[in-house]
């Protein structure tokens, strides 16, 4: 599954790190959500393909985020 993270709009809940930090964490320099690396599309830390076990825990991050940031598809 293909995630986007509309980073411009987080702000900085923690909720999808803190649902799903296999695959979300908090950058330290601008304090938005990112990919962690193991999982991103190149290099862009908004960009990442979820593995078929993460799909669950993505998939609730992106329903409870409350900006409405996080895409899959
Ligand atoms: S849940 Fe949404 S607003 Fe909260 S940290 Fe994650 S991306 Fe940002």
């Not at 993270?5 to 908090?26: H, K, L, M, N, Y």
């Not at 690396?37 to 908004?46: D, I, L």
Request: glycine share 6%; charged share 20%; net charge negative.
């Amino acid at each position: 599954m293909n995630v986007t993270i509309d980073r411009s709009g987080c702000v900085s809940c923690g909720t999808c790190w803190e649902t799903c930090p296999a695959f979300f964490e908090q950058n330290p320099d601008d304090s938005f959500s990112q990919v962690i690396e193991h999982y991103r599309m190149g290099k862009n830390p908004a960009e990442g393909s979820a593995p078929p076990e993460l799909d669950p825990c993505v998939t609730e991050s992106a329903d409870l985020c409350p900006a409405q940031v996080i895409r899959c598809e």
